[in-house]
């Protein structure tokens, strides 16, 4: 069993390069955690597939965790692009659509307003509150075709 845990990438042999793993990647990140996280991640790739023969355990690991540090950070600058990228399409068009969406809404409100009875309240019915014609014709006491008009409009069908 000694034999066993003092061989090159033994657990023991990981074990003492602990330290050293740490203050790299202090060195290299500003996040304890993630210093931490990428020492962890180094010992797995060290456990997974050990360096071959004739690699020093420490030069290997010390590769490793530069290597784990710049993919890390290539990963969270891809995430920082794609939340800006994302960002920046939600927020640019919405204040500006606000407005628009604003004014088109008075005109709207203006236009249903100006509209003779039954019209007025036959709009206000289907497209603010939502009724189907059907419910309509019946609140206002007539048939369905007199409440959407002589034919069978597209939005009775729906």
């Known amino acids: 069993m000694g034999d066993e845990e ?3 990438g033994s657990k023991r042999e990981l074990l003492r390069e602990t330290g050293r793993l740490r203050r790299l990647a202090r ?3 500003a996040d304890r955690g993630l210093a931490e996280d990428v020492v962890q991640d180094a010992w ?3 456990l ?15 590769g490793a965790v530069r290597r784990l540090v710049r993919q890390r950070a290539r990963e969270e600058e891809r995430r920082r692009r794609r939340e800006e990228r994302a960002a920046r399409a939600e927020g640019s068009g919405e204040a500006i659509d606000t407005g628009e969406r604003l004014e088109v809404l008075r005109a709207l ?10 019209y007025r309240t036959a709009v206000v019915l289907r497209f603010f509150a939502g009724l189907p014609p059907r419910e309509i014709a019946r609140r206002r006491g007539v048939p369905p075709r007199a409440a ?7 939005w009775e069908r729906r």
């Open 44 to 46: 797995l790739a060290a």
């Open 109 to 118: 409100v203006d236009a249903v307003e100006a509209l003779a009875e039954p």
């Open 6 to 8: 003092d061989r090159p």
């Open 148 to 154: 959407s008009g002589a034919e069978r409009s597209s």
């Open 27 to 29: 060195g290299l990140l």
């Open 48 to 62: 997974r597939r050990p360096p071959r023969a004739g690699w020093a355990l420490g030069a290997w690991l010390g």
